[in-house]
């Protein structure tokens, strides 16, 4: 597995624009949780071996959160012309399967992707209710075969604290996983596709 960091994109930004395709057939855009306490935007996809090795926590994860009032979304922008197995009817499988109660969403293009400067599957964005990014990192430090037990402890510190309206620490560790699959020649500028250390 080649491991692949986030791009630790600048606290502070705020959360681009998106409208996408969900597994359920609706469009699902950013707009759609200006109610909420704050939105978690993950990037995640069906194959991955880190995606794999949470999967089910995420699962747990985000209705959890989202009983507490916190947006959560997940996007997936591999291109699935060479990873089929990404595409939108397994991935809707996928969250059958695995209880997903958040949106799905399909990011056919990879603008999203490029936008939220993502670069590694799973990514994780978390913004607080004006859709300030306050949190860009892992979940936690189980990786596969880690032995570590998985139990979302960095992320799970960060949403609390939004939810209590508390400010984050800007002390965070990168998520690590697969690089996100880029189609042929649309590798964005800010990804040099080095593997993390």
């Given at each position: 597995?080649?491991?692949?960091a986030?791009?630790?994109?600048?606290?502070?930004?705020?959360?681009?624009?998106?409208?996408l395709?969900?597994?359920?057939?609706?469009?699902?855009?950013?707009?759609?949780?200006?109610?909420?306490s704050?939105?978690?935007?993950?990037?995640?996809?069906?194959?991955c071996?880190f995606?794999?090795?949470l999967?089910?926590?995420?699962a747990?994860?985000g209705?959890?959160?989202?009983?507490?009032?916190?947006g959560?979304?997940?996007?997936s922008?591999?291109?699935?012309?060479?990873?089929?197995?990404?595409?939108?009817?397994?991935?809707?499988?996928?969250?059958?399967?695995?209880?997903?109660?958040?949106?799905?969403?399909?990011?056919?293009?990879?603008?999203v992707?490029?936008?939220?400067?993502?670069?590694?599957?799973?990514?994780?964005?978390?913004?607080?209710?004006?859709?300030?990014?306050?949190?860009?990192?892992?979940?936690?430090?189980?990786?596969?075969d880690?032995?570590?037990?998985?139990?979302?402890?960095?992320?799970?510190?960060?949403?609390?604290?939004?939810?209590?309206?508390?400010?984050?620490?800007?002390?965070?560790?990168?998520?690590?996983?697969?690089?996100?699959?880029?189609?042929?020649?649309?590798?964005?500028?800010?990804?040099?596709?080095?593997?993390?250390e």
């Amino acid at each position: 597995m080649v491991k692949t960091a986030s791009t630790m994109l600048p606290l502070g930004s705020q959360a681009p624009h998106f409208s996408l395709p969900n597994v359920d057939g609706s469009t699902v855009s950013l707009s759609d949780f200006d109610s909420k306490s704050g939105l978690l935007v993950m990037f995640i996809c069906n194959h991955c071996p880190f995606v794999i090795h949470l999967r089910e926590d995420l699962a747990k994860f985000g209705k959890e959160y989202q009983e507490k009032g916190l947006g959560v979304v997940a996007i997936s922008s591999n291109d699935v012309d060479n990873y089929p197995q990404d595409g939108p009817h397994k991935m809707r499988q996928e969250a059958e399967s695995q209880g997903y109660t958040f949106p799905y969403l399909y990011d056919e293009t990879q603008d999203v992707a490029k936008a939220y400067h993502a670069a590694c599957t799973p990514d994780f964005f978390l913004f607080d209710s004006n859709h300030k990014l306050v949190y860009r990192g892992q979940f936690d430090d189980s990786r596969p075969d880690s032995g570590i037990p998985v139990t979302g402890a960095d992320l799970r510190a960060a949403c609390d604290q939004v939810l209590a309206g508390q400010p984050v620490p800007a002390e965070q560790k990168p998520s690590i996983g697969c690089n996100i699959k880029w189609k042929s020649g649309s590798e964005p500028d800010y990804f040099t596709g080095q593997s993390a250390e």
